[in-house]
């Protein structure tokens, strides 16, 4: 195996959550031998949308804000976020990601299979 190097301004925006959002996979298993690894995105959270009730299946996700104040939200209440802020996601944990703002919002995804 090699290094691979990419270009985030060659990798194409896809739909996520729905069309709600829209995200660039930065990494995917076809890219490391990890058994463990999902994937690594940058996620794009348009004004006024959000990325809606959801969990992932046996998969723990982090996540890391680059731009925007909002809102997390799981069963046991809300969290504000900032640019800088760091949340865990344990496995199967039903969250929501709000952005309540007029500006979009970005974010950084790891995901890893548990």
Do not use: C
Request: no cysteine.
């Amino acid at each position: 195996m090699k290094i691979i190097k990419r270009s985030s301004t060659d990798i194409e925006k896809e739909e996520a959550h729905g069309g709600s959002g829209s995200r660039k996979v930065y990494a995917s298993p076809e890219h490391l031998k990890s058994l463990s690894f999902e994937a690594m995105t940058h996620g794009y959270l348009p004004a006024g949308k959000s990325f809606d009730w959801h969990d992932h299946k046996g998969i723990e996700e982090i996540m890391v804000v680059l731009k925007g104040n909002g809102k997390v939200l799981d069963d046991e209440g809300e969290y504000d976020y900032v640019p800088g802020d760091v949340f865990v996601f344990p496995a199967n944990i039903n969250h929501k990601i709000e952005n309540n703002s007029d500006q979009e919002h970005e974010m950084i995804f790891v995901r890893i299979k548990v």
